[in-house]
């Protein structure tokens, strides 16, 4: 077979990357390797890994270079991992942490800026394979997350998780044993307490947390309101049944376009016809630790003073 479709074969298997050794394997010489990198016919992704394709150098690719470049028994952990399972509740980080285990970080193939490399050892149950890509399942990568990050974070993770059904309330159950005698494990078993799947995002899961923290908890999560004849007239995010009050969640990826926009309106309407408040709130609003609680307080204040 001729080198170059070796090569693109090899390629087509790693999202368009292949390894040096790979790229000398196929019959490249390195002088010849070189000056493919040199004339930007080959761009370099990670230390001896290159995109051979025309591909955009994506946030996957970068992932799948640093692997790559470590060898087989790197994989993807923490918050690189809930990224691959499409786990939300995080900052966004342009880092990349992978787990190698007994491996000192000295050389230029460890030390590559954006990766962070981590020491933990897995056994091979707990590791998965996305699409070829290696990394933490998703109970364990929870399972060290929330140990390393704060309350808000840790909730919106253990809640995107149970939301996606990549874990359930039964696979948590086996978290405080996973985690005991671990550092950040008290903490950890009091954020598994707050988790709660119905949560559609991290947006809904910090408004409910303020609203928690602020006394005025939502009594229900997820409230169907239907009119007298069992109509849906709309579904809220976050609901106190009593003074008919609920709070939705604006995500821009989900209420930005204009047929979200015309639709929350129209649902708005209906709500509002039917004797509900409805309030709003955005992800700004959830870093001031008094507004959503305030707020919703005095909607229930109101609403008490109606009906009175």
């Not at 399972?85 to 590559?112: F, N, W």
């Not at 009119?227 to 009593?242: A, H, M, S, T």
């Amino acid at each position: 077979m001729e080198r170059g479709e070796m090569l693109r074969r090899v390629a087509r298997g790693q999202d368009g990357l292949v390894t040096r050794a790979q790229a000398v394997g196929a019959g490249f010489t390195r002088h010849e390797i070189d000056n493919l990198v040199k004339f930007g016919r080959w761009m370099p992704l990670a230390w001896s890994v290159y995109l051979v394709s025309d591909a955009e150098p994506s946030r996957r690719r970068l992932i799948r270079a640093a692997q790559l470049s470590l060898g087989p028994p790197a994989h993807a952990v923490l918050g690189t991992a809930a990224e691959l399972h499409g786990i939300g509740g995080l900052p966004p980080s342009g880092e990349i942490h992978l787990a190698l285990p007994g491996v000192a970080a000295k050389s230029d193939r460890v030390r590559q800026p954006g990766l962070v490399l981590h020491q933990l050892e897995h056994p091979a149950s707990a590791i998965v394979s996305l699409g070829g890509l290696r990394a933490t399942g998703p109970l364990r990568t929870v399972t060290e997350v929330i140990l390393r990050v704060d309350r808000y974070p840790a909730v919106c993770v253990l809640d995107s998780a149970l939301n996606r059904a990549l874990v359930s309330e039964e696979e948590l159950l086996a978290v405080p044993r996973l985690i005991r005698g671990r550092r950040g494990a008290v903490a950890a078993r009091s954020y598994l307490a707050e988790a709660d799947g119905r949560a559609q995002s991290p947006l809904e899961t910090r408004a409910r947390l303020r609203c928690v923290d602020g006394k005025v908890p939502p009594d229900i999560l997820q409230l169907a309101v239907r009119d007298d004849d069992g109509c849906l007239l709309g579904v809220g995010d976050l609901g106190w049944r009593g003074p008919r009050v609920i709070a939705e969640a604006d995500g821009r990826a989900a209420h930005d376009t204009p047929g979200a926009v015309f639709a929350d309106r129209r649902r708005q309407n209906r709500l509002v016809n039917a004797g509900w408040t409805v309030l709003r709130f955005t992800w700004a609003d959830t870093l001031r630790p008094d507004y959503i609680p305030w707020t919703v307080r005095q909607a229930i204040r109101a609403a008490a003073r109606d009906r009175s």
